[in-house]
């Protein structure tokens, strides 16, 4: 017990330090680059910032997801789904360095069609700008070199190796937005979709390079074979079957997910001008600045945990554990703990941001995007769009971790028919009501509150299944001190809000006394909001970190 009391300790430390340490990545290469993409949306046509922001970006998320994300979440599991307890340690790894070949493998063919797809169902308009096409296939091998890297990506990730994934991905983010302010400054405004291109170029071989120096002798382009015996009878692979099910189980599953997940961007792509893109593309970059560095360590990091700490746990569909085990235990109240988490940003947000807000946008938004849909925009995504990613990613994470094959099924079924409701939420918002790219932000919130709400419903199953049907979920919900705190000041702060309260101006010169002593009013609220958080769940937050520690 005490061993297992260790591990546990030690994958929990491992889990908040990947957690951190990606944090960190996302504060500082999103700093870097968030000054780099003020400058990129300055010296950029909206046209030209919405192709390589929506489009470009969406083509190269396509390939890379379509080719490695099934693959991904499989190999998290692979100790406890890599075949038979008789297979030696050799083969085991092995297995798993084979099935971590087929992104790459997947990722060429993948590449070409979906470039050449692209190109045959863009517009004329768009097809139009200078550069175009190159910039396309540029954008494809880009993607490519990422998958090239893939194989060395999942042995760090098996390894927990994050140090690795932070410098590379660190420094190809920051590369790329380097290379393509330098190339627009040198080169003019002409040739801004290629220095895009370019830039995303150098990311993708900046990737490689930092995991290639980091395994230089791990580096593979195919499989080997392995070769078992079992009761006598040998059995040579490529990809371990049972494993390589499980891989394009996921991957199937994860078609239709990146179709919810990028659903907004192919709808603005096929009914916005390019302007309008430009528009929704510079507010998706502020907004999700937050889910970036926040919310997605968290997801990735608890996805790690969970499937690390259950691995080794008998936790199938209909093996009922005649008590809940100490791992078990420690899972649900990590879980817990990240909803709790969830909840106290989504109430810092929805008390905060929208008063703040236009002050932000006088400062953030260069003057052409002023007059554009982008504020409008902004405003939903404090209260609307970031509250349910929060949640989102939190219980797919657990989804991802915990399903087998069959709920693998029926949840592909119903992310279907989630598909189905949000095109008809698209069509009612934006078509009919004609709230255009605000309707979108509304659909992909829909989107997601579909797909966390059955991801919720499927923690409560398993939880239920595995002896812990009568534990509360009351640890992801704050304290009634915690909420009448934000009611005070969420109350202050808009009673405080100067005349007009919108947008007057930009820049500095936009911002006035009554901005400044609004600000003032706001940092005092929200110092006392924090500090009510704190000191309200200090004692059972302590209690409950060290049941996750398995202390």
């Not at 926040?294 to 790690?304: A, L």
């Amino acid at each position: 017990m005490s061993s297992n009391a260790g591990s546990q300790s030690s994958l929990s430390s491992k889990a908040l330090g990947i957690a951190s340490s990606l944090m960190l990545l996302q504060l500082l290469s999103r700093g870097i680059t968030f000054a780099l993409n003020q400058a990129l949306a300055r010296l950029a046509s909206p046209a030209v910032f919405g192709t390589a922001s929506i489009q470009f970006e969406l083509l190269s998320s396509t390939i890379l997801f379509l080719s490695r994300e099934g693959v991904r979440n499989a190999l998290l599991r692979a100790k406890s789904d890599t075949g038979d307890k008789t297979q030696d340690e050799t083969n085991v790894r092995r297995s798993i360095e084979n099935i971590s070949l087929l992104p790459p493998l997947l990722g060429v063919p993948v590449a070409l069609f979906s470039a050449l797809l692209y190109l045959y169902l863009t517009p004329p308009t768009t097809l139009s700008q200078p550069y175009f096409t190159e910039s396309v296939t540029i954008y494809a091998l880009a993607a490519v070199l990422v998958l090239i890297s893939e194989p060395l990506y999942i042995k760090a990730q098996n390894d927990l190796q994050f140090g690795i994934r932070v410098r590379a991905e660190g420094s190809a983010v920051i590369l790329k937005a380097v290379v393509a302010v330098a190339i627009i400054v040198w080169s003019g405004e002409e040739k801004a979709l290629l220095a895009f291109a370019v830039g995303q170029a150098a990311y993708g071989l900046c990737t490689l390079v930092v995991f290639w120096m980091a395994y230089p002798t791990q580096l593979k382009l195919w499989p080997s074979k392995v070769t078992e015996t079992v009761h006598d009878n040998v059995r040579e692979y490529y990809f371990e079957p049972k494993l390589l099910r499980l891989s394009m189980a996921m991957t199937s599953q994860s078609l239709v997910k990146h179709f919810l997940t990028e659903g907004d961007k192919f709808a603005v792509s096929m009914i916005s001008t390019l302007e309008d893109q430009g528009a929704y593309a510079i507010a998706s970059n502020y907004g999700s600045l937050v889910a970036r560095i926040v919310f997605q360590p968290i997801e990735e990091s608890s996805r790690v945990f969970f499937s690390k700490a259950l691995a080794s746990e008998d936790t199938r569909e209909g093996k009922k554990a005649s008590k809940a085990t100490k791992t078990i235990t420690s899972v649900h109240t990590a879980l817990s703990l990240i909803l709790l988490f969830d909840v106290h940003l989504t109430l810092l947000l929805v008390t905060f941001a929208p008063p703040y807000l236009p002050t932000l946008l006088k400062l953030l938004l260069p003057p052409r995007y002023l007059q554009t849909a982008a504020p409008q925009i902004l405003a939903l995504y404090p209260t609307v769009l970031l509250p349910t990613m929060a949640f989102n990613g939190t219980l797919e994470a657990f989804l991802a971790s915990t399903s087998t094959p069959s709920v693998m099924k029926a949840h592909a079924q119903f992310l279907v028919s989630a598909s189905v409701a949000s095109a008809g939420a698209v069509w009612l918002l934006v078509e009919y009501l004609q709230w255009r790219t605000t309707g979108l932000v509304w659909a992909n919130s829909f989107n997601l509150f579909l797909r966390a709400g059955w991801a919720g419903w499927w923690a409560w199953e398993w939880f239920r299944n595995n002896a812990l049907a009568g534990r509360s979920w009351y640890q992801a919900s704050p304290p009634l001190s915690v909420w009448l705190a934000c009611l005070l000041c969420g109350t202050a702060v808009r009673v405080t809000l100067p005349e007009g309260g919108g947008l007057k101006g930009s820049g500095w010169k936009g911002i006035g006394l009554e901005d400044i002593r609004h600000v003032g009013v706001g940092a005092t609220c929200a110092l006392f909001t924090i500090g009510v958080c704190f000191l309200s769940q200090r004692k059972r937050l302590q209690q409950e970190v060290s049941i996750v520690r398995g202390k």
